[in-house]
């Protein structure tokens, strides 16, 4: 079982930087896979960033490629999401998840979710 809370968001102005943080409890944290998604009003929760537990390697919707950066501290229980260069259709709410399967950019490929945290970017 792993519970996640996610913390960071706000508001921010165009072109700034967010750094988006979810803890974990549980004592296998280091063995999930994580993920960010986001949901922006009237719309589908959509993939965003995921980095795999075994290998460290990450993935990025190309949406957020190269201004996002997906990072993990297993002796923290922590996953990060730094977020640069942010635009007004990044505002959404922000979502992690952990899971075990293969398939890191499927929201169904994830067990456990947290309670999301907003983040508003201002033009």
């Known amino acids: 079982q792993v519970q996640l809370v996610e913390s960071g968001g706000g508001l921010v102005q165009a072109g700034g930087s967010l750094r988006l943080s979810c803890a974990a409890s549980?004592?296998?944290?280091?063995?999930?896979?994580m993920g960010w998604f986001r949901q922006a009003p009237g719309k589908e929760r959509e993939f965003a960033a995921a980095?795999?537990?075994?290998?460290?390697?990450?993935y990025y919707a190309d949406s957020v490629k190269g201004r996002f950066t997906i990072s993990r501290d297993n002796a923290k229980n922590t996953v990060y999401l730094q977020m640069n260069s942010l635009r007004p259709e990044d505002t959404a709410v922000y979502y992690c998840?952990?899971?075990?399967?293969?398939?890191?950019?499927?929201?169904?490929?994830?067990?456990?979710w947290g309670q999301g945290t907003q983040v508003t970017v201002s033009s």
């Open positions: 998840a952990a899971g075990t399967q293969v398939l890191l950019t499927s929201e169904f490929h994830y067990e456990y």
């Open positions: 980095i795999r537990w075994l290998s460290g390697s990450t």
């Open positions: 549980g004592r296998t944290f280091s063995r999930y896979n």
